[in-house]
């Protein structure tokens, strides 16, 4: 019987060491009964048998735990604003469960503060809380906190990481602006504000993440974040459906002032009275990666970010706004939604390493220079697209030798495809019914106009062309020597513009009007055979300029020669 009492009574006392265990094994905040409580500290009452506390009092604490209660026995449920202003001797604080609320400035300026615990329970912690602990690294915060004041965390350049507490709605003005050694953050889906200037000078984050939830983001929030390599941002600029010029692209949220580590980004944008406002604006130069998940990408949206080289687009857009990614210099490939229609003017324009676009399906227009002077681009358009823009695709050199005119493509403008040296011929699809291909040359069936050329492209001679198009043969450097048949009566605007080695040309008498500008920079321009008289030549309607730059020809008329 002894025997099995004593078994009984060990047994008992196993369990009570566990469950001590247990209980002494939570986190920091769950555990103010293992610490002692600061004595000394200075209290007010509340006038309702609670109290805050208003100062170190008498307290020689370096640890210091706010007590449950005052030595009156009030419970104690905040901590006065400047309460610990300059305590230069406090390295650590535990905040218990029974504080609602931190004050305004309350341990502003506590240069030797390491460490903050604050319990679940804290609701508030005021404006400039922890202004100016610049060795605070570690804050562990409850899970009931709703609000953080602005300039909370201001210059704790010590601070390396921050969980924001997902009951946080707000992430107030400079809440963490100078937090130099912060180096990860995680910003929950409650929040739905960042306020300006919000993570300012943070030059050692290296990523963040803006979840969807937020609505808007302030002025300079991510200014001299020189570290920064990567962000995911819900929409660009200010808020998803900004109004305000200039608060509607990528740089409002790096600001204006220079830095270290900060590229200058020139752009410009137009206010409603047309007037053009330039602007700078400093990104960090480490920022290579870009993901939105959600808006719209409006007009200048990343304009002149040559640092960029991956921008990953929300599903859902129909418009990529003019100038949106022109001057992206470092940009390589980019991805376009399923859902995209529309792709405005310049919206690539001189993205020289751009490589790879993938053009969705569902696209139907391509305005005026969207891809001018993109170097190194090759790409496929859609089967849908309807229509390509004046200029669309010049000086894409590396683009396909073949242009793909599908179907619908119904409006494709002047000098669409020029400057493409490289361009030896289009293939349209059968069941177009707007152009056709002939002589590796683009003709509109229904005006008989030669649209488009190539370098070695040959005018049909069976009177489907009466009219050469704008433009038609521009930049062709390989092109050295055409012949304009019989029954092409027009010979349009800037036609062989820069067809550098051109030496030849065969003009018939059925050609009524040249263009201006017709072979401006034609320099190797030798010889002019015109199938006419030299009566008919002089007759014939030449432009402004149509022969400027093309140094010395001559023009072999069948009763004559003219030389220039």
């Not at 609320?101 to 604050?118: E, K």
């Not at 490589?355 to 969207?370: C, D, G, K, S, W």
């Not at 403008?413 to 040296?421: C, V």
């Not at 198009?469 to 029954?487: K, R």
């Amino acid at each position: 019987m002894r025997r099995t009492l004593i078994i009984l009574f060990t047994v008992v006392l196993v369990v009570l060491a566990c469950s001590l265990v247990s209980c002494g094994s939570g986190t920091d905040k769950g555990a103010e009964t293992t610490r002692t409580e600061s004595a000394g500290l200075e209290f007010v009452s509340n006038g309702d048998g609670t109290c805050s506390v208003s100062g170190i009092g008498d307290c020689t604490d370096a640890d210091v735990v706010i007590p449950l209660r005052s030595s009156a026995g009030e419970s104690v449920t905040g901590i006065k604003e400047w309460a610990f202003k300059d305590c230069k001797t406090v390295t650590s604080v535990f905040i218990p469960e029974s504080v609602k609320t931190v004050g305004r400035f309350a341990f502003y300026n506590c240069t030797a503060l390491t460490s903050a615990v604050i319990s679940d329970g804290v609701e508030t912690i005021g404006e400039d809380a922890f202004h100016g602990c610049s060795t605070l690294a570690s804050v562990s915060l409850g899970e009931d906190v709703t609000g953080l004041g602005e300039n909370c965390f201001y210059n704790c350049a010590a601070l390396t990481s921050f969980t924001v507490p997902a009951g946080v709605k707000i992430v107030g003005n400079a809440t963490f602006l100078g937090c130099s050694a912060l180096a990860s953050v995680t910003i929950p889906d409650t929040v739905t504000s960042i306020g300006d200037r919000a993570f300012s000078g943070c030059a050692s984050l290296p990523s963040v993440v803006v979840p969807d939830s937020v609505k808007s983001i302030g002025s300079e929030a991510f200014a001299g974040c020189a570290g920064l390599e990567s962000i995911t941002l819900p929409f660009i600029g200010a808020k998803e459906e900004s109004t305000v010029p200039g608060e509607d692209v990528f740089v409002y949220i790096f600001g204006s002032r220079e830095y270290d580590g900060g590229t200058k980004v020139e752009s410009w944008y137009t206010a409603g009275s047309g007037y053009v406002h330039k602007s700078s604006h400093y990104v960090p130069s480490l920022l290579k990666k870009i993901t939105v998940t959600g808006g719209e990408i409006v007009a200048d949206a990343f304009l002149n970010c040559a640092g960029l080289t991956e921008i990953n687009l929300p599903d859902g857009i129909e418009t990529i706004g003019e100038y949106a990614f022109a001057g992206c210099t470092g940009l390589r490939t980019i991805r376009l939604p399923e859902t995209v229609t529309t792709i405005k003017q310049y919206a690539f324009a001189g993205c020289s390493e751009l490589q790879t676009v993938v053009l969705p399906e569902t696209l139907e227009r391509i305005y005026a220079y969207a891809f001018e002077n993109c170097e190194k681009l090759n790409l496929t358009l859609p089967a849908g697209i309807m229509a390509v823009g004046l200029g669309a695709f010049t000086g894409c050199n590396s683009l396909s030798s073949t242009i793909v005119v599908g179907k619908y493509l119904s409006l494709i403008e002047p000098k669409a495809f020029g400057r493409l040296p490289q361009l030896t011929g289009f293939v349209v699809d059968d069941k177009n019914v707007r152009y056709f291909s002939d002589g590796n040359c683009l003709i509109e069936m229904e005006t008989g106009k030669l649209v488009a050329g190539s370098s070695t492209g040959t005018i049909p001679t069976d009177g489907s062309v009466i009219a050469i198009g704008e433009c038609a043969f521009e930049g062709l450097v390989g092109l050295t020597s055409i012949t304009i048949p019989n029954g092409v009566m027009r010979i349009g605007y800037g036609a062989f513009v820069d067809c550098e080695a051109l030496a030849s040309i065969t003009i018939p008498a059925s050609v009524t009007t040249i263009d201006p500008w017709v072979f401006v920079g034609c320099s190797a321009l030798t010889s002019i055979h015109y199938q006419g008289t030299v009566e008919q030549w002089e007759a014939i309607d030449k432009g402004e300029r149509w022969d400027h730059q093309t140094g010395d020809y001559t023009v072999y008329c069948t009763d004559g020669e003219i030389t220039k």
